[in-house]
């Protein structure tokens, strides 16, 4: 997994790793930073697009049976 740790007083960010994040934690104190799961982020990004997708799909499906239902109408 892949985190992005920004300093709450500098506003400074580090890209760690799951084991450069265990060592940067057992130097600093957690309170001190904001933690960000870039992986998760990711895969929340990645499910939007396929729910958008999929809603796609079914409106274009049900738009392609109505001109159908009215051709052969």
């Known amino acids: 997994m892949n985190y992005k740790i920004v300093s709450k007083n500098t ?15 057992i130097k600093n104190k957690l309170q001190n930073y904001n933690e960000i799961n870039l992986t998760e982020q990711k895969r929340i990004r990645i499910n939007k697009m396929l729910d958008m997708l999929a809603h796609l799909a079914i409106v274009g499906a049900s738009i392609l049976a109505t001109l159908i239902y009215i051709q052969n109408y």
Request: proline residues 0%; aromatic residues 26%; hydrophobic residues 35%.
């Open 11 to 25: 506003g400074a960010t580090y890209f760690l790793n799951e084991k450069e994040k265990t060592n940067f934690f």
